[in-house]
């Protein structure tokens, strides 16, 4: 008999409850990721909504990025041991030549189909767009960058052309962009940096 009365008093303290209503109790400030935003140190200048932070110089001529001459070097030396090799062995001589062809490539054609040639601010202040050397466009959320080396490598690479990897990051990466997604932003020297302050911190991404 005691607990058919306690029961149903506990049951009726719950119900009388009043239920939170998450959708109004939390601000739409409160529910967006907290990202280590940056905030320039002067005012920014926008045309069309949009900033260019990095561009290639279009003056002038272009020279070979050091990686291509790497691959090109690397791959070059595996084909002529190949070469050599196939006196001897002329099936394993010529596979060997074929994939450190096929190689270089893959290489050449990887680094110039993400190269990115241009970086442009966008008004919203979260996002840039890409323009890629293959003539399209890519608007990217700064938060999900990471660089892959200190950005004090482009301080040797003062009058060279350079391609500086970022890399889409574990963490904060998103549905469009798989984690390990890679794009080169291809320069010719400082010259292509119009901006070192909001540079820095896009490669950092904030």
């Not at 090109?72 to 099936?91: A, E, Q, R």
């Not at 979260?126 to 301080?155: A, C, Q, R, Y």
């Amino acid at each position: 008999e005691m607990n058919a009365k306690v029961v149903p008093r506990a049951l009726s303290r719950l119900l009388a409850i009043p239920r939170a209503n998450f959708a109004t109790a939390i601000s739409p400030e409160a529910m967006r990721p907290a990202y280590d935003y940056y905030y320039p140190a002067q005012k920014l200048e926008f045309v069309d909504g949009k900033m260019t932070i990095f561009k290639q110089s279009t003056l002038g001529v272009k020279l070979t990025p050091y990686e291509i001459k790497e691959t090109t070097v690397k791959n070059f030396l595996g084909i002529l041991g190949g070469w050599i090799y196939g006196g001897t062995f002329p099936l394993v001589g010529h596979l060997c030549m074929f994939g450190f062809a096929a190689n270089w490539c893959y290489r050449v054609f990887y680094y110039m189909w993400n190269a990115v040639v241009e970086i442009s601010l966008l008004e919203n202040g979260e996002e840039v767009e890409f323009t890629f050397k293959k003539g399209n466009k890519l608007k990217v959320p700064i938060h999900i960058l990471e660089k892959m080396e200190d950005e004090k490598s482009l301080v040797e690479t003062f009058a060279e052309p350079f391609l500086f990897e970022l890399q889409v990051g574990e963490v904060h990466a998103v549905k469009k962009f798989k984690p390990g997604k890679t794009f080169f932003l291809y320069g010719q020297g400082q010259e292509a940096i119009k901006n070192g302050e909001i540079f820095r911190a896009i490669i950092n991404g904030k």
